[in-house]
């Protein structure tokens, strides 16, 4: 059995060798993207392993169909890139990575969170210009504020633990509600009565075709005034011009985002210089005080990597020997 894994960083590779040892299967590592260019280093082997942005196209997934390929396998959760029409035409099996650590991104929403309350931004930029004065920055605290979940997934409930573990107010929505959050009785019945009640609003959607910029001038209008907002979901939840606007009003007094509509090609590169950000939009968010915004980091930590590479092998070993694995994606 063959598998080649596509992408692979460096801080990926150990985790790939130390399973590829231990489970007795050849695992070619490469570092390219897989795309129509790249897509014939494929040819010959059993499944792949993948993880990217861009998109996964018809033309790619055609070309995998055309060579035999069954298997396919994603390092990460979400399956917003996929072309599912050419999955589903060429019988490919695909499996994704649905908890390779829900406690780090929800980790990262409560550290942003904190960070904007106790104004830790403002007090950074402060301090370094030799200012140590208090006022007017004070701050809130948590525990006085309701947090309103959106999406009560894994991720959404790690979040949601980690709020009430500082004394938060929860509530949350959920097309899909939990059973066992319900008989806490969190649950509100629609996104209107969370946006009028959350002080805070904690964004853990998947991205779907539905709930592209849910949070726009509408459901902000909707929200309290001076209300927070984290995004470590899916940057097309949020309508950015809205947020900006928003943000201009005093809508919203800050925003933890660690995602944004146009990342892909922008997060994870380096640009030399501030300046250099290709990204006028982004750069307007950046700047401000209010807003703490992460590339996309909100996974990356060692439990999450290395769960990533090895639960994603794991699963395209069992699509090439039986077919199905039980981390495999309904479209
Ligand atoms: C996902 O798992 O879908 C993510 O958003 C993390 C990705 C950047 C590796």
Do not use: C
């Amino acid at each position: 059995m063959k598998i080649i894994a596509y992408s692979i960083r460096d801080d990926e590779k150990g985790y790939l060798d130390k399973w590829a040892k231990e489970n007795g299967v050849e695992v070619k590592a490469v570092q390219d993207l897989l795309t129509k260019d790249t897509v014939d280093l494929a040819r010959g082997y059993d499944g792949v392993v993948v993880y990217q942005q861009k998109p996964y196209t018809a033309e790619v997934i055609d070309k995998l169909g055309s060579f035999g390929i069954k298997a396919m396998s994603l390092r990460n959760v979400g399956v917003d890139n996929i072309d599912f029409e050419a999955i589903k035409r060429n019988g490919i099996k695909v499996t994704n990575v649905p908890a390779y650590s829900p406690d780090a991104i929800a980790e990262l929403a409560a550290t942003q969170l904190m960070r904007l309350l106790r104004r830790t931004n403002t007090f950074d930029r402060k301090i370094a210009n030799g200012d140590l004065r208090w006022a007017p920055d004070i701050a809130d605290e948590l525990d006085q504020l309701t947090v309103g979940v959106i999406a009560t997934g894994r991720i959404g409930r790690a979040a949601l633990k980690i709020y009430q573990g500082f004394g938060a107010k929860v509530i949350a929505y959920d097309i899909y509600p939990n059973p066992e959050l319900e008989k806490e009785g969190i649950y509100v019945d629609t996104l209107d009565e969370l946006y009028a009640q959350a002080d805070v609003i904690s964004l853990h959607s998947p991205a779907t075709v539905e709930n592209e910029h849910m949070l726009n001038d509408d459901a902000f209008s909707k929200m309290k005034d001076g209300v927070w907002i984290i995004n470590p979901a899916r940057g097309i939840l949020v309508d950015t011009d809205a947020l900006i606007r928003a943000l201009n009003s005093g809508k919203v007094a800050g925003a933890a985002l660690d995602v944004y509509e146009d990342e892909v090609g922008v997060f994870d590169n380096d640009f030399g210089s501030f300046e250099a950000i290709p990204d006028e939009r982004l750069k307007n968010l950046i700047k401000r005080e209010n807003v703490l915004l992460t590339p996309h980091i909100a996974f990356y930590t060692k439990t999450a990597v290395k769960n990533m590479v090895q639960f994603s092998l794991t699963s395209n070993v069992n699509l090439i020997k039986n077919g199905t694995d039980e981390n495999e994606v309904t479209f």
